[in-house]
């Protein structure tokens, strides 16, 4: 009777392609190629300084290291080997054509056949195990020219690039070269849905920034910050919750989410300040017994001819971890989308670095889509850091570009990778400082999930006086890109900062929402060396700050024993602070002030202010809802579903729907 695993044996036989050493070698090659492109391996280490440490490292670590062993494409790919490898070993082992494996021999460190003949090092790769089958004496026939495994079918082979383009499965336990190129597949796969497919908390790195405290206004009534236009913290809260996830607290940064949103405030005169400040006091919504002070800054929006030529540099990051269709692909995308809002005078560069470092297209006018198109899709992900000069680049070429009366700006768009040729944290940001000195401004883009280095980010956009940003999919990057490019490009007013001198007399507790990271010393006001933040034409800047009035029941402070309580002046009793701002024109090395009272009542509370409240209330239960009793998502959601207003873009709208789900994840 015959078995029928010897029939399956013998058909296997004759589908076993003749060995061939010289395929064998180049498939080696090309899956070593592959490899080391899937993993991005650096010349350099990167900076960490700013990673979390002990437990919280040890958790990330844990985690990516978990999320890569259990991803589907690894588990699908060594169940499936491990299958083949049975089918084709169980019939060997039945006719003893499998070596039996001695022990290991002490002197060489591998494992002995009972031939003599040396199988590898113990505890090798699977793949140097799995051919040994190709031992066995292929049949004197040829194979079918359509077998599986055949010649022609690893031929395939050839044409592997980047994962995920890889998806044959076949006959690899024959050929340890494919299967080699197929684990780099899986390892690069399982590390994209590992870290930038799920979105969970834990995997990206913040600034770490205390909750702005409550203050009592008669020991400490001046609060003094930078303005701050970025916009990332609420995309990647966008996207973690689209994910299915609830950010972690310190990812949310309130003004942040406030200020993404377009608004409707007063302009300013045609003359005079490039900005127009507005200040609205309105009663809080999750306390009756506190008041809000809504302080609006709206930036002149010039008309598109009117505004300066444009030099851009577009730093981009081309490592290993950039192939993703959220990362590499979708920056090109978004760049595409820029080139429409480019006037003729306007000028572009691109250098790469990592993958691929160097000059990708030097200074070429805006009308030329033809040759900067070509040159984006130039761009590739993959391969070993190579970009020590990346950055010093980026800036010999934008000074090449920069003339009188232009505006010159870096545009570094990564995932995360910051080693652009600096690797000191420090030294980084005073090469950068320096530069911000000769006028040519620097702005962050951040791509995809979980290499994101957001501390990083925000540190480096504030340092060049731009914009940090976080484009998760193309609508975002219009919005960046094209809705609001020249409020992103085209600074109006550098080193912005507000103070606001509390009255005692009238408040006696304040704090201010958000800003944690854009606090500034009372005497940095009136130092002009101190860096600030930039408002960009047609932006508008708000800042919120929550006022217990004295005599309210809401105080939270009590009276201090020992200190003798300190006078207010009472020639002030109608007013409830005094607002101060400098700002710098363009260029300018001396700075300017405004400054006046805001009293009780001022302005008139309208859609825009009351969103912005519901907002504000919104970041605040995310990031743990100290001040709020027991206001919760149902009044957040109510307060900016009734504020939506002129929603021409549906940012609101889609406000409301994030606070839903947030909702839903925290039940």
């Known amino acids: 009777m015959t078995d029928p695993l010897d029939e399956l044996k013998r058909a296997m036989d004759r589908a076993t392609p003749i060995p061939d050493p010289a395929r064998r070698a180049a498939n080696l090659a090309r899956a070593e190629e592959i490899f080391e492109r899937a993993q991005g391996l650096a010349a350099a280490p990167r900076p960490t300084h700013d990673r979390p440490t002990g437990w919280a490292g040890l958790r990330n670590g844990a985690g990516r290291m978990f999320a890569a062993l259990a991803a589907r494409p690894a588990l699908a790919a060594t169940t499936g080997l491990a299958a083949l490898s049975l089918i084709v070993l169980v019939p060997l082992i039945r006719e003893g054509g499998v070596p039996l494996l001695q022990p290991e ?28 089958p190709a031992a066995v004496e292929p049949p004197s026939a040829p194979a079918p020219a359509a077998a599986v495994g055949s010649p022609t079918d690893i031929a395939d082979t050839e044409s592997l690039d980047i994962a995920p383009r890889v998806r044959s499965r076949r006959s690899t336990a024959a050929d340890p070269e494919v299967e080699l190129a197929l684990r780099a597949e899986s390892i690069a796969e399982a590390e994209r849905i590992g870290h930038d497919g799920t979105g969970r908390p834990g995997s990206e790195t913040f600034a770490h920034a205390d909750p702005q405290p409550l203050r009592v206004a008669a020991e400490e009534p001046v609060s003094t910050f930078a303005i701050d236009v970025d916009t990332a913290s609420y995309a990647f809260v966008r996207s973690t919750l689209m994910h299915g996830f609830l950010p972690s607290p310190e990812a949310v940064r309130i003004e942040e989410m406030i200020n993404y949103f377009p608004y409707e405030y007063a302009e300013p005169e045609a003359t005079g300040s490039p900005f127009r400040p507005t200040v609205t006091v309105l009663e809080t919504p999750w306390n009756r017994d506190t008041q809000l002070i809504h302080i609006a800054l709206q930036g002149r929006s010039p008309a598109v001819e009117d505004r300066p030529p444009l030099n851009l540099v577009f730093l981009v990051d081309t490592s290993g971890s950039m192939d993703d269709p959220a990362k590499l692909p979708l920056l090109v995308q978004s760049f595409r989308l820029m080139l429409g809002q480019l006037r003729p005078p306007d000028q572009i560069a691109i250098i ?22 070509a040159a984006l899709d130039q761009l590739h992900a993959g391969g070993s850091t190579a970009g020590s000069e990346g950055l010093h680049l980026a800036y010999q070429t934008a000074e090449r570009m920069a003339a009188e009366g232009e ?12 080693n652009v040729g600096i690797a000191d944290p420090d030294a980084l940001e005073q090469f950068i400082a320096r530069k911000r000195q000769s006028g040519i401004y620097l702005s962050v883009l951040g791509f995809g999930r979980g290499n994101l280095d957001d501390a990083t980010m925000q540190a480096l956009a504030q340092t060049g006086n731009g914009q940090a940003a976080y484009i998760d999919t193309l609508s975002e990057a219009r919005k960046v890109l094209v809705d609001q490019l020249t409020g992103a490009l085209f600074p109006i007013a550098d080193d912005v900062k507000i103070q606001v001198e509390f009255n005692p007399a009238a408040v006696a507790e304040y704090r201010l929402i958000g800003y944690e990271t854009r606090a500034l010393a009372r005497e940095d006001f009136n130092s002009d060396k101190v860096d600030a933040g930039e408002i960009g034409a047609g932006h508008s800047v708000t800042a919120l700050y929550e006022i217990t009035p004295v005599g309210s029941p809401a105080v939270l402070s009590d009276p201090l024993r020992y200190a003798e309580p300190r006078e207010a002046r009472q020639d002030f009793d109608g007013e409830l602070a005094y607002l101060r701002l400098r700002y710098k024109e363009p260029g300018e090395a001396e700075s300017r002030l405004i400054e006046f009272p805001i009293t009780p009542g001022m302005g008139a509370a309208d859609a825009d202010t009351r969103f912005a409240a519901a907002i504000a209330g919104f970041g605040q239960i995310l990031r743990g809802g100290r001040y709020l009793g027991t206001w919760f998502y149902p009044d957040a959601i109510a307060l900016a579903e009734a504020n939506t207003g002129d929603d021409r873009f549906g940012y609101r709208r889609e406000a409301v729907t994030m606070m839903r789900l947030a909702e839903s994840l925290a039940d």
């Open 105 to 132: 021999d002490p002197l060489s460190g591998t494992m002995v056949a009972q031939d003599g003949i040396s199988i590898g090092p113990a505890g090798g790769e699977v793949a140097e195990i799995a051919a040994a």
């Open 352 to 373: 790469a670095y990592a993958g691929s470092a160097g000059l990708v297209l030097d200074a070429t006018p805006a009308g030329d889509r033809t040759a900067i198109l």
């Open 407 to 418: 505006v010159t700006r870096v545009i570094l768009a990564t995932d995360g990778d910051f």
